[in-house]
C-alpha cells in the first residue's frame, strides 16, 4: 500500500513568519501535534511539533508580567524553533517504509513531499494503524489461526485450504519469518467467524497436520465497552 492512498492531502501548514502563539493556537484548535513549514512557493523547509513549542515558551516561574509574556510569544517566529533536519516520505513509497522512518526516528508523523520538496500531506502513527487495521482485516473477520509451517512451496495452501473445507472464509493472509523456528515461517490466516462447533473441529484436524500457535476470537463488540473503571 502506498502512503498517497493514507496520508492526508489537506495538511494544515504555515509559513516561516507565522509567530509562535499563532501556530501554538493553530496546533490546539486542530488538534494536531505538529504543522509543517513552508516556504512562499510551497516547498517544506521545516516542521514545528508541540514539544518545539513547549521547549520554547517561557518557564512558569517566569518574572515576567503576562503583557510581557504575550509580547514575547508574540515575537519569536516558527523559523527560529522548527526542526530544519527534516525525515520524509515520498507519496510513491509504501506505508511499511515509512512506518520505519517513523520507529527508527522516534516519530509521530512524517511530511510527504514531490521531488521537487513541494509538500503534499502528512502521514501519522493513526494513518499506519489504519493501515495495518485495513491490511489484516480485522474489522470483518474476527477469527485468526496462527501456524507455524514448514517453508516450502504450496504450505500455506495447505493450510488455507484445509480451513475453507471448513467454511471459513479468509479475508487475510500474513506471513513471517522473524521470530520463527529455521526452516519454518509463522503464518496467520484471518477468517470470518465459524460456529464453535466447526472451530473446534477445524483447530483437531490443524493441529494433526500443522503446528498451531494458536486460535484467537477478536471481540470486536467489546470495542467500545473495553475500559477499566477504577473507583474513585
Known amino acids: 500500500?502506498?502512503?498517497?492512498?493514507?496520508?492526508?492531502?489537506?495538511?494544515?501548514?504555515?509559513?516561516?513568519?507565522t509567530?509562535?502563539?499563532?501556530?501554538?493556537?493553530?496546533?490546539?484548535?486542530?488538534?494536531?501535534?505538529?504543522?509543517?513549514?513552508?516556504?512562499?512557493?510551497?516547498?517544506?523547509?521545516?516542521?514545528?511539533?508541540?514539544?518545539?513549542?513547549?521547549?520554547?515558551?517561557?518557564?512558569k516561574a517566569t518574572t515576567l508580567d503576562m503583557y510581557e509574556l504575550n509580547y514575547l510569544?508574540?515575537?519569536?517566529?516558527?523559523?527560529?524553533?522548527?526542526t530544519k533536519n527534516l525525515v520524509f516520505v515520498r507519496p510513491d513509497e509504501t506505508v511499511e517504509f515509512a512506518a520505519i522512518l517513523m520507529l527508527?526516528?522516534?516519530?509521530?508523523?512524517?511530511?510527504?513531499?514531490h521531488h521537487n520538496s513541494s509538500?503534499?500531506?502528512?502521514?501519522?502513527?493513526?494513518?499506519?494503524?489504519?493501515?495495518?487495521?485495513s491490511i489484516t482485516g480485522v474489522y470483518t473477520g474476527g477469527i485468526q489461526f496462527g501456524l507455524s509451517l514448514e517453508d516450502r512451496p504450496g504450505s500455506i495452501g495447505e493450510a488455507a485450504d484445509l480451513i475453507r473445507s471448513y467454511g471459513g472464509r479468509i479475508v487475510s493472509i500474513l506471513s513471517t519469518r522473524e521470530m520463527a523456528e529455521e526452516g519454518r515461517y509463522n503464518v496467520y490466516i484471518r477468517t470470518i467467524p465459524l460456529p464453535e462447533d466447526k472451530i473446534r473441529s477445524l483447530v483437531r484436524e490443524?493441529?494433526?497436520?500443522?503446528?498451531?500457535?494458536?486460535?484467537?476470537?477478536?471481540?470486536?463488540?467489546?470495542v467500545e465497552s473495553r475500559r477499566i473503571r477504577i473507583p474513585g
Open 104 to 113: 527508527e526516528n522516534k516519530i509521530s508523523a512524517l511530511p510527504v513531499i
Open 119 to 133: 509538500l503534499v500531506g502528512i502521514i501519522t502513527q493513526t494513518d499506519i494503524f489504519k493501515a495495518l487495521i
Open 19 to 59: 509567530p509562535m502563539m499563532k501556530a501554538s493556537i493553530i496546533m490546539k484548535e486542530k488538534k494536531i501535534r505538529c504543522l509543517p513549514v513552508v516556504d512562499k512557493k510551497g516547498k517544506l523547509v521545516g516542521i514545528v511539533t508541540d514539544n518545539d513549542l513547549r521547549d520554547a515558551s517561557p518557564s
Open 206 to 222: 490443524l493441529e494433526g497436520r500443522f503446528v498451531v500457535l494458536y486460535t484467537v476470537r477478536d471481540l470486536l463488540d467489546e
Open 1 to 17: 500500500m502506498l502512503v498517497k492512498s493514507w496520508m492526508s492531502p489537506d495538511v494544515i501548514s504555515v509559513d516561516e513568519d
Open 73 to 82: 510569544l508574540s515575537t519569536i517566529r516558527v523559523s527560529s524553533i522548527m
